[in-house]
Every structure is written in structure tokens, then in C-alpha cells.
């Protein structure tokens, strides 16, 4: 069955402290995984799109890695504004199929 | 481009009532796409269409849910009978017709049934 996995569920950082989120996914037929930013009471936001193992996008603080097996979204010195849920979703077909999410708390 | 805009923003309503949710998507869009997403979760595929025409419905959506996209523009979610086990927010996102390409989302509908 294919599935995508998130971890960890929730994390808290202080500003300036780096880390990353992982996103693990068994499909087969990949077309493309995404990664999306969703604040409070809103709907996602669409920030990467990665297609193949080894690619890598960057947009301010934030990285996306993609291996066979999972992707990365690297967060270089968060501010508290970077705080939000972030997704993970891969593309199987037509539609996208979306992790749980990474709740990422980022304080002063 | 105005992004995606769902109304109505809330909705509240008895068990039992029926509710219609409007999205309008992109319009240079071909895909329009309804999601469910409950708390601490992600979103969950319900069905989308190509133009007017619906191509593919999950299983999670019942008879009791219906969803239209006359002359393939703005785009209506239908609930019947409504259960409490419907409180979610709805999603409505579009995306042109690319082999790979982001889904555009709207901020979605909160329905809450008590």
C-alpha cells in the first residue's frame, strides 16, 4: 500500500536553531513529491516541488532534498515566523496523497 | 491570478441538514480537486474533475456527498444528511493540467455539525 510517513510530529526550536523534517514514502510510480507550508485556520501553501533522487530546491531558509526512499525539508536558522505545520505529499497519478504533517514551533 | 476562494469560510448546521460549499479556482485551471481535512491531519482526497467532468471519487466519499462542476468553472460540495462525523474543514484546491504540477489550495470551509 503506499504511504507517506512524517516525522517527528511535532518539534520546537529556538531561533537560529537549525534542523530538518523528514518526509518516508513506499509508492510506486512516483511523479513528484511536494512540500507545503499550512498555517492555523488556512490552506496549504505550496512551497517545493522535487522529481527525482538527488534533486535539491532552496527558498530562504528552507531546503528540500529527495532520495529514493524520503525527502528532507531543511530549516537553516528559523525564525518565530517560520512556525507552522508543514506537508509533505506525493503525486501518484492525478492526485496527491499527503503526509500527516511536521508541527514546527520555532521561539524566541 | 486571485488564488482560490471557498465560501462559506464557516458553517455551522444541525445533524441531519444539508450543506453546499462553492470553490472557484484559478481560473486558467483546468483540475479542480475537493480535499477533507480533520484535526492533526493531513488532507485527505475526496474527487476531482478535469474541465466538467469528474474523474476519479475516493471511497471515503459516501452517497450522501455529491460534488458538481457545471460548464467546468466554479465548482459545488454537497453534503446530505449530515453526520457529526462530517466536521472537517473542506478543501478545494486547482492546478492546470501538467503531468506534475502543485495543487493551488483556498483557505477552505470549517463545517462543524452538532
Known amino acids: 500500500e503506499d504511504q507517506v510517513t512524517q516525522s517527528p510530529e511535532a518539534l520546537r526550536l529556538q531561533e537560529g536553531e537549525s534542523s530538518s523534517l523528514n518526509c518516508s514514502y513506499t509508492v510506486s510510480g512516483l511523479r513528484g513529491l511536494f512540500w507545503y507550508r499550512q498555517d492555523p485556520g488556512k490552506g496549504p501553501e505550496f512551497l517545493f516541488t522535487l522529481y527525482s533522487a538527488g534533486e535539491e530546491k532552496e527558498k530562504e531558509r528552507l531546503k528540500a532534498t529527495l532520495t529514493k526512499k524520503e525527502s528532507f525539508l531543511h530549516i537553516t536558522a528559523p525564525k518565530p515566523e517560520d512556525s507552522a505545520t508543514y506537508l509533505c505529499a506525493v503525486q501518484l497519478r492525478d492526485k496527491l496523497t499527503f503526509g500527516t504533517g511536521t508541527r514546527l514551533q520555532v521561539t524566541l | 491570478d486571485t488564488g482560490v476562494s471557498q465560501d462559506p469560510r464557516h458553517k455551522i448546521t444541525k445533524r441531519g441538514q444539508n450543506v453546499t460549499f462553492r470553490c472557484d479556482p484559478i481560473s486558467e485551471h483546468n483540475r479542480l480537486y475537493w480535499y477533507r481535512q480533520t484535526l492533526g491531519q493531513g488532507p485527505e482526497f475526496l474527487t476531482y474533475?478535469?474541465?466538467?467532468?469528474?474523474?476519479?471519487k475516493s471511497r471515503l466519499l459516501s452517497d450522501r456527498f455529491s460534488a458538481e462542476r457545471p460548464k467546468g468553472s466554479f465548482s459545488t460540495l454537497e453534503i446530505q444528511r449530515t453526520e457529526q462525523g462530517d466536521s472537517a474543514m473542506y478543501l478545494c484546491?486547482?492546478?492546470?493540467?501538467?503531468?506534475?504540477?502543485?495543487?493551488?489550495f483556498g483557505n477552505g470551509t470549517r463545517l462543524t455539525v452538532t
Open positions: 484546491a486547482s492546478s492546470p493540467t501538467d503531468r506534475v504540477s502543485p495543487l493551488h
Open positions: 474533475f478535469q474541465n466538467e467532468a469528474q474523474l476519479e
